[in-house]
């Protein structure tokens, strides 16, 4: 027998879907009240039909049902959003912080290279007036005006990194926060969905999307969704962050070797710290900060403290040569940086002693030593890319502990602070050694046209083997040959146009031709002319070198001389060439940065546009579908109306 279609289903079906488009409107009232709500994804109903009923005229439908409301998230374009604006704000970071040392660096009234110049200027008054006071004070003034150069530019320089550092501790608290919050909502998400039939908890999604999306704006995020609705975070490049309910806490903590230095350190269960290395930590604000400390800043600092250590250092070895108008040998006219050494926390060995040796082979990079047994071996190398070096190799001298603890370590850091280090010693201006120590001249008498120049070079230390104040050196020309040399002292002699000769001591003559070069106790001069027998020429101390400014025009000639970056064995920059290629790196680096940064921020537009484009809420799109689910409920209202009657009129007939 056929089964008669029931009499109230017609009333039913109206009623699934009046109950349809309730929900229609439900949801579309919901998108346009959180059309303004940063994270939320737009969400729509998913409806199915009821089961049909069977007959023998066919299946009658029964209705619709609401199967789930579902969000619309594309997890690819999210990805590409994610992927776009950790590297953004990472060129932000960067740009925002380099632009500081950038304009710092190149500014012309408190940049290094006016002050440069304007100390050699006095150095070169001194050398056109060696006997004016009101020179000698103007070349001290300019020198304290250098010094002060250096000082500001460092302490504007830590003024920039303590900020950073500053930065880096709030960026990874920050970090630590969202772990909690996204492992919390994990929890919550979790919970909601195994208690409503798996059914996605659309708003608390949102919610932690949104969580992750500001963490990714922090560091670089990866996710990796779990069968409970919980979604596993990781960092960088694979540190695990999140995973389901539990979050790993983050600290900056204090860096062993360096205590003004943070490092990004997990904590264990047990409170133990593990460090993160930075090249692990990429993407984000924390990216662009750790790049920025060790890519530009470190890098400032040093290339800095190169200029302050190359120029006290080649300046004052050039002083010490002079004499100054108390008839004295020069001194240390700069106070000279020292070599900074930071033992690493688990250290119990002494410090090393570390000197610099040759200034042109330093290159502004830190090192590391490690000690490599108990009796002061060691292994050196390089910070920025662990290469093995040797002392020798980059400038230094290093004096190991007598006795050492295997594997204790030691950062060297030759240059960072040196700017800030660096010092004026000499206050006195008759303590400026402008004249050069020892003077030379021919004897008055001397039958032939011979002519000997001003000793040039000359070393303080050999000042007395070239004769005393009452009886100076004294060469003499006899048949062809010089001689009377210092008994001690080994000769070098180069004829004009020939190559050196050196002789040991002690040297009985040496062959005369016109425009020889001589050179001995490191001092060095010239002899031209027509000599004949029994002419003499003397070499001694400068005793009336008032008006000698031999050693400062050699101090002078220190500004266009190649003292640093050796190359191929040979200095191959001055001092104001090491500024400009300072200037010029960090110039360049920074508008890199900035030019990265601009891209990146097109691409973050065109990755959030396709993203939006998905997931927003066009209000126009939901205006219509009020419309369209205000008619459906009017329309299953209508149905329900007409069952009601018809199903009235049924029990009319009975009465």
Avoid: W
Avoid at 117 to 144: D, L
Avoid at 158 to 171: F, H, P, S, Y
Avoid at 344 to 373: C, E, H, R, W
Avoid at 621 to 635: F, G, K, P
């Amino acid at each position: 027998p056929r089964k008669r279609i029931r009499g109230s289903s017609l009333f039913s079906i109206g009623l699934t879907g009046l109950n349809a488009a309730q929900a229609g409107l439900v949801v579309t009232s919901h998108n346009i009240s959180n059309a303004g709500t940063t994270g939320y994804s737009r969400q729509s109903t998913v409806q199915s039909t009821n089961p049909a009923l069977f007959t023998g005229a066919g299946f009658f439908g029964e209705g619709t049902k609401v199967d789930t409301v579902k969000r619309a998230y594309d997890g690819f374009l999210t990805t590409q959003v994610l992927s776009a604006e950790t590297k953004f704000n990472e060129y932000d970071t960067y740009s925002t912080e380099i632009s500081q040392i950038d304009n710092l660096l190149a500014d012309a009234s408190v940049g290094l290279t006016p002050a440069v110049a304007s100390f050699f200027e006095g150095v070169q008054e001194m050398a056109a007036n060696p006997s004016s006071i009101p020179a000698r004070q103007s070349m001290i003034s300019t020198a304290q005006s250098l010094v002060a150069r250096f000082q500001n530019l460092s302490e504007r320089l830590n003024d920039v990194r303590a900020g950073l550092e500053n930065q880096i501790k709030d960026t990874v608290s920050a970090i630590s926060t969202y772990a909690n919050e996204i492992a919390e909502m994990n929890h919550k998400i979790s919970v909601a969905q195994q208690a409503g039939s798996a059914q996605p908890a659309n708003d608390l999604l949102d919610t932690r999307d949104r969580l992750v999306k500001e963490l990714n704006q922090l560091v670089r995020v990866s996710t990796t969704p779990a069968s409970d609705g919980s979604v596993s975070v990781f960092i960088g490049t694979g540190q695990p962050l999140v995973v389901g309910t539990n979050a790993t806490k983050l600290v900056a903590q204090a860096s062993p070797s360096d205590p003004t230095r943070f490092d990004v350190n997990i904590i264990t269960q047990s409170g133990g710290a593990i460090t993160i290395p930075e090249s692990l930590l990429g993407g984000g604000k924390l990216g662009g900060l750790l790049s920025m400390r060790s890519g530009s800043l470190d890098a400032t600092q040093n290339q800095l403290g190169l200029i302050a250590v190359g120029l006290s250092t080649a300046f004052n070895a050039q002083h010490v040569l002079g004499q100054d108008l108390n008839g004295n040998l020069g001194t240390r006219f700069f106070t000279e940086p020292a070599v900074a050494v930071q033992r690493f926390a688990s250290a119990s060995t002494a410090s090393p002693d570390v000197q610099f040796d040759d200034i042109s082979k330093l290159s502004g990079d830190d090192y590391k030593l490690t000690f490599t047994n108990t009796t002061g071996g060691y292994s050196l190398t390089r910070v920025s890319d662990g290469a093995s070096v040797t002392a020798a190799g980059i400038g230094l001298t290093i004096t190991p502990a007598a006795t050492s603890k295997v594997g204790d370590s030691f950062l060297i850091l030759p240059t960072r602070y040196a700017a800030a280090n660096i010092g004026v010693s000499i206050t006195d201006t008759r303590m400026l050694a402008a004249a050069a120590p020892l003077a030379s001249k021919a004897t008055t008498g001397n039958l032939g046209t011979g002519s000997i120049s001003a000793p040039i070079d000359s070393r303080a230390t050999h000042r007395a083997s070239c004769g005393t104040t009452a009886a100076p050196l004294k060469l003499t020309y006899s048949g062809g040959n010089l001689i009377g040399f210092p008994a001690t002292l080994p000769v070098t002699y180069t004829p004009l146009n020939g190559s050196p000769v050196t002789l040991a001591a002690p040297v009985a003559s040496i062959p005369y031709t016109s425009g020889m070069s001589i050179s001995m106790g490191g001092a060095q001069f010239t002899l031209t002319g027509a000599i004949q027998d029994n002419d003499t020429f003397s070499i001694g101390p400068n005793t009336g070198g008032v008006s000698d400014s031999r050693n400062a025009v050699l101090l002078g000639n220190l500004q266009t001389t190649k003292t640093l970056l050796s190359a191929n064995g040979q200095p191959s920059a001055t001092f104001q060439s090491v500024y400009s290629q300072l200037v010029s790196s960090i110039g360049n680096k920074a508008r890199e940065v900035e030019v990265n940064r601009d891209a990146q921020e097109s691409l973050v537009q065109q990755a959030t546009k396709a993203q939006q484009s998905v997931a927003g809420v066009n209000l126009d799109e939901e205006a219509a579908n009020l419309i369209r689910y205000q008619q459906a409920y009017q329309a299953s209202g209508k149905v329900m109306s007409i069952a009601s009657k018809l199903f009235d009129e049924v029990l009319a007939l009975g009465r």
